[in-house]
């Protein structure tokens, strides 16, 4: 998973934690086997994960807007891991994006079956 960190291996993209969330979400809600169907809880999880980071957690959902660096660059990033703020506040959208898909999760799970 560290992979997703810099916007998706230093692109700057889509936030690493919300491509960690979707990760998650589709692990419990996805397919197992090709032949298999996703959940049809899946894509509207994943929605309301979008919408709900960029209300709740930061208002972009892009890395390099986010942390203000460009991981392209190794001034950029640099200049990420020798901020102790910016690495603080990547570690926090992460932790808050964690607890947002637990509790997405936990009311999922105590849904009644087949209520979906």
């Given at each position: ?19 960690g969330a979707v990760a998650g ?5 996805g397919r197992g086997k090709p ?61 808050k994006t964690a607890e947002m ?16």
């Amino acid at each position: 998973m560290a992979g997703f960190g810099g916007g998706i291996g230093g692109a700057g993209s889509v936030c690493g934690a919300i491509a960690g969330a979707v990760a998650g979400l589709s692990l419990a809600y996805g397919r197992g086997k090709p032949e298999e169907r996703d959940s049809r809880n899946l894509f509207p999880l994943c929605s309301e994960l979008y919408r709900r980071f960029g209300e709740e957690i930061e208002t972009s959902r892009l890395c390099r807007e986010i942390t203000g660096v460009d991981f392209g660059t190794s001034e950029g990033v640099k200049a990420f891991y020798g901020s102790p703020e910016k690495l603080g506040r990547c570690a926090r959208l992460v932790m808050k994006t964690a607890e947002m898909v637990r509790e997405m999760l936990a009311r999922e799970d105590a849904k009644p079956a087949g209520d979906s």
